[in-house]
């Protein structure tokens, strides 16, 4: 999905639709390494170590690895280590986060897809669609949550609508394996491939 991740397309040019998919889905990072980031690591390095230790629910040492890597020269991995860093804050705080604009619920709700709190990152898709429900990025990272969590039909209904507000979503969803469940089915092909007789 664009945005906070991966390759579902957003409005803001922090995280790219198609190329961003690092970003969603990083990797967990070498085994075995310290519990605090070591000054030769590589940003990205910093960051995979983080994504690992914050898929553990370790917020603290996560926390100080998104540090490290938002100090990096890589601006969009400056700016999702920044995210991730206020949310191990947020975690460790145990107050939940503050979101306020639909944007925030949105790139939230990315990163609960990331971590696979599928439940979590619609409630914040929603709320982001209450304050702009034409938002196709939006409409797009709920269409692949729905699919990851088998929700096929709603899933069609709402890639369906984000393709009818842009049409480059289209393209977006064809190279996306979130909606890999999805593929089978006729109507979901129809969707993406118009001009073929299915």
Known sequence: M???EKHIPQAAPAEE???????RRPSAGKAGSAATPEPRQTQMESFEEGMKLF???????????FAAAAKGP???VSHRAG???QMCERRLDSSGPVLKTPEEHYNYAVTLINSRDLAGAQKHLRAALDAEPAADHVLYALAACQSLGGELQPAYENLKR????QPRNR?????????AAMAD????ARLLYPDKKI
């Open 2 to 4: 664009k945005g906070a």
């Open 17 to 23: 639709s198609t190329n961003g998919q690092t970003a």
């Open 55 to 65: 898929h553990t629910r370790q917020f603290q040492p996560a926390k100080e690895f």
């Open 74 to 76: 890589d601006r969009a």
């Open 83 to 85: 995210l991730h860093a």
């Open 162 to 165: 984000a393709i009818d507000v």
């Open 171 to 179: 393209l977006a969803a064809r190279q996306d394996p979130d909606f």
């Open 185 to 188: 089915h006729p109507a979901f």
